[in-house]
């Protein structure tokens, strides 16, 4: 069974910097490309930042680009987000994803129906 479990989140000031972890039960984890998703308060849920299974790529969504960094750790099976700069609009809750598309991927990184596991999610505030 695949778990996704997401930490780091918290209170933090505008100006300030988070790094969020996600740790990944998964045994081929090397093969799955992960996705970092979050959903604001009535709103939809939104990309935020991919990487490729190989860590060769990444993808960012342009309201956290130069800001936001993603990384993985195939040896811990984590993937990370750095969150430096953080504005009062990146208030949301954070969730990892792991996809197991490969060709597709740069492609549809950014639609969350490409995602086959989902963490529980991680809670970011950011006050003005």
């Known amino acids: 069974q695949v778990q996704l479990v997401e930490s780091g989140g918290g209170l933090v000031q505008a100006g300030d910097s988070l790094r969020l972890s996600c740790a990944a039960s998964i045994r081929t984890y090397n093969t799955y490309s992960m996705g970092w998703f979050r959903q604001a308060p009535g709103k939809e849920r939104e990309f935020v930042a991919a990487i490729k299974w190989s860590g060769t790529n990444t993808y960012y969504a342009d309201s956290v680009k130069g800001r936001f960094t993603i990384s993985r750790d195939n040896t811990k099976n984590t993937v990370y987000l750095q969150m430096n700069n953080l504005k009062p609009e990146d208030t949301a809750v954070y969730y990892c994803?792991?996809?197991?598309?490969?060709?597709?991927?740069?492609?549809?990184?950014?639609?969350?129906?490409?995602?086959?596991?989902w963490g529980q999610g991680t809670q970011v505030t950011v006050s003005s």
């Open positions: 994803a792991a996809s197991l598309t490969q060709a597709l991927f740069s492609s549809y990184y950014f639609r969350s129906n490409i995602y086959d596991y």
